[in-house]
């Protein structure tokens, strides 16, 4: 049986759950360039992706900007 690969593990991580930043993408898929998939979904398969800047917790208690991916259906 074939393994997904790291796109097609983001795409159904976004049906899924609604979205995906890089850490999600990192800890939940093992991918270290979220964008990259990104863009190659966008821009070799046509999926139409939306990117939200969110604040996250960051370190010591700061708030960071992160993009957040998700389908636009």
Same mark, same amino acid.
């Given at each position: 049986?074939?393994? *997904?690969?790291? &796109?097609?593990?983001? @795409?159904?991580?976004?049906? @899924?759950? !609604? +979205?995906?930043?890089? &850490? =999600? /993408?990192?800890?939940?898929? !093992?991918?270290?360039? @979220?964008? !990259?998939?990104?863009?190659?979904?966008? $821009? =070799? #398969? !046509?999926? #139409?992706? &939306? *990117?939200?800047?969110?604040?996250?917790? +960051?370190? $010591? +208690?700061? *708030? /960071?900007?992160? /993009?957040?991916?998700?389908? #636009?259906?």
């Amino acid at each position: 049986m074939r393994r *997904k690969s790291q &796109k097609e593990q983001i @795409l159904q991580y976004m049906q @899924l759950t !609604g +979205g995906i930043t890089t &850490k =999600e /993408a990192w800890d939940n898929i !093992g991918c270290s360039r @979220l964008s !990259g998939r990104i863009y190659e979904l966008i $821009h =070799e #398969d !046509g999926y #139409d992706i &939306k *990117k939200e800047m969110v604040k996250v917790p +960051g370190r $010591h +208690g700061t *708030k /960071a900007r992160v /993009a957040r991916y998700s389908l #636009d259906e």
